[in-house]
């Protein structure tokens, strides 16, 4: 964006503009259009300014031109802002409806309470208010935590006041057990996240998981939750503290830039009396000028006001060195005066280590070291070399750099094969999830590589990363299902072998006709969602809800097939 022309920012916007692109997704890249156009504008207006003043004209009396451009930005950011509110105002709408939903649910759920026990109609129609619940959208985070609990509290009576089949109520409480507990862990291993506003983000979906998860037995209720808030609360204090030391540097930054404020003030007072005095104090604000670009911001109360107060120290300190260098007798004294000036800036920017910027600057001061006249011929030479001297210091250690850099960055790429390559001959076998995470934090400490093999390294990278999670997730299947194994082998040999067995057998044959039950339901949603608005995403929801449910139907199966081959070698 830094290479854009102010006509171009305003086609940009309005291409941000043109309905392809949902306006919620739209707030960073408008704001930074915004903010380069006025970087531009503000450029633009200095150069009138000092053209007007330079033209002989009091500078009090300079008036900005009207700039259509500016004009155009202003009304497309006023339609952005309006179908902003537009979609602020339908988001709320939508989420008082889900509450209306969700109060409705609660007090169907109370009146099946009420109703008395039939078992198979009662708990049909339970397994479709807990469907209709989690169905239905979000409500205003004002009333989340209060509508949760009332829910949840109602649920709770169900179980206790309606006599259900106590195999089948426990059936559902191991699952929302073993759901509560991948939870926790979900939870937990965002502490390896790096990003902590990512990992913050993250831990609010799986608070809102928990929250659709039903109740667990009273052994594990408590233990479980106490789990994931101590998980959570290491997230949110580490997210607090990141935005803490966040506010603090922008306070820091604030009492810096004030005090770049007062040195660029008090260099006229008292205004400087002679022209060395002056090329000292021009100095001293070139140097100021350079500390303020290496400053971040400060708070965002505070951050234009500041910079208005440097701006204006800095306008007021040119004006008033105009002011007497106009009173110099001669006009040659007066263009050596502005070279020396030059001079003074490019021996300022010859340290720099910004390179495009600082190239673009001694560029522009070039130019206008052309547009000034002769000075004195005892000082031309003199001046000359110097200003010459400064630009050479500068563009030999950016042409040093740019030779340094190629050099990395080629290192760097034999490292990264070096490291792909070492990952694609280890076994797999007995890969850990540490062992993931090491090689992901070896990757990502290497440094940049040529843009030609950048690619070409993402995509290797991407597909042993692949390979390795896959084979995890598959050893975590097969020792499952060898657990499974002893365990069926104890309950064969145990004081009454048959029974156990035929119950394990039962209970996972219940389960898999509720898994099946699920995918069904899941899938029948699927066409619903077709018809409604951001279906995209709700059914890449439901699609990866369905893989889960039939990867567990698939496990289930064969923890079946297990205990039949058991009761096949008795027979």
Do not use: C
């Given at each position: 964006m830094d290479t854009k022309t102010k006509p171009e920012l305003v086609a940009l916007l309005e291409g941000l503009l043109?309905?392809?692109?949902?306006?919620?997704?739209?707030?960073?890249?408008?704001?930074?259009?915004?903010?380069?156009?006025?970087?531009?504008?503000?450029?633009?207006?200095?150069a009138l300014r000092a053209d007007w003043a330079a033209a002989g004209n009091d500078p009090e009396a300079f008036t900005a031109p009207v700039d259509p451009d500016e004009i155009r930005l202003k009304e497309?950011?006023?339609?952005?802002?309006?179908?902003?509110?537009?979609?602020?105002?339908?988001?709320?709408?939508n989420h008082e409806a889900n509450l209306t939903a969700k109060l409705a649910i609660i007090e169907e759920l109370k009146n099946l309470v009420a109703a008395g026990e039939t078992l198979g109609t009662t708990f049909n129609a339970f397994?479709?208010?807990?469907?209709?619940?989690?169905?239905?959208?979000?409500?205003?985070?004002?009333?989340?935590?209060?509508?949760?609990?009332?829910?949840?509290?109602?649920?709770?009576?169900?179980?206790?006041?309606?006599?259900?089949n106590k195999e089948l109520r426990d059936l559902d409480l191991r699952k929302n057990y073993e759901t509560k507990v991948a939870l926790c862990e979900s939870a937990e291993a965002l502490v390896l996240e790096p990003s902590v506003v990512s990992a913050f983000h993250r831990l609010q979906k799986l608070h809102d998981e928990w929250r659709e998860v039903g109740p667990v037995s009273a052994e594990h209720k408590e233990s479980v939750w106490e789990r994931f808030r101590?998980?959570?609360g290491r997230i949110n204090k580490a997210h607090q503290a990141h935005f803490e030391e966040i506010k603090e540097e922008q306070k820091r930054n604030l009492d810096l830039k004030s005090e770049l404020c007062e040195q660029v003030e008090a260099l006229l007072n008292p205004p400087p009396s002679g022209r060395k005095d002056w090329d000292k104090a021009s100095e001293s604000l070139l140097e100021i000028q350079k500390v303020?670009?290496?400053?971040?911001?400060?708070?965002?109360k505070n951050n234009a006001k500041v910079y208005e107060r440097f701006r204006s120290a800095c306008d007021a300190f040119f004006v008033a060195k105009r002011e007497f260098y106009g009173g110099l007798k001669g006009e040659m004294d007066s263009n050596l005066a502005a070279k020396n000036e030059i001079c003074a800036a490019a021996e300022a920017l010859s340290a720099s280590e910004d390179w495009k910027a600082t190239s673009d600057e001694l560029i522009s001061l070039q130019n206008r070291w052309k547009e000034i006249g002769p000075v004195p011929?005892?000082?031309?030479?003199?001046v000359w070399k110097r200003f010459r001297a400064a630009c050479d210091a500068f563009f030999e250690r950016k042409n040093a750099h740019f030779g340094e850099v190629e050099g990395d960055y080629k290192a760097n790429l034999e490292k990264k094969r070096a490291l792909l390559a070492s990952a694609s001959e280890k076994d797999?076998?007995?890969?850990t999830f540490d062992?993931?995470?090491?090689?992901?934090?070896?990757?990502?400490?290497?440094?940049?590589?040529?843009?030609?093999?950048?690619?070409?390294?993402?995509?290797?990278?991407k597909e042993i990363v692949d390979k390795m999670f896959s084979a995890l997730r598959g050893s975590e299947k097969e020792r499952s299902l060898e657990r499974f194994r002893d365990r069926v082998g104890a309950m064969k040999n145990g004081p009454s072998a048959g029974s156990p067995l035929r119950r394990e057998r039962e209970k996972l044959f219940n389960k898999v006709k509720s898994l099946d039950s699920d995918i069904a339901t899941l899938e029948n949603n699927i066409g619903f969602f077709g018809r409604s608005k951001n279906a995209e995403a709700m059914i890449a929801d439901v699609r990866e809800k369905i893989e889960r449910a039939r990867a567990e139907r698939a496990a289930t199966i064969e923890k079946i097939k297990v205990i039949d081959e058991n009761n096949n070698n008795d027979n």
């Open positions: 043109d309905g392809s692109t949902p306006v919620a997704q739209i707030r960073d890249a408008a704001e930074a259009i915004k903010a380069e156009f006025y970087k531009l504008h503000r450029a633009d207006l200095e497309l950011m006023a339609e952005y802002r309006r179908r902003r509110d537009e979609h602020l105002a339908a988001q709320e709408q397994r479709d208010l807990q469907t209709r619940w989690r169905e239905a959208g979000p409500v205003p985070i004002g009333a989340t935590k209060d509508l949760w609990e009332t829910y949840n509290h109602h649920v709770e009576n169900f179980y206790d006041y309606i006599k259900i101590e998980a959570s303020w670009k290496t400053i971040g911001f400060a708070p965002k011929r005892k000082y031309s030479d003199a797999l076998s007995s890969l062992d993931i995470k090491e090689f992901q934090r070896a990757w990502g400490e290497i440094g940049f590589v040529p843009i030609r093999q950048k690619e070409s390294l993402a995509k290797q990278y």
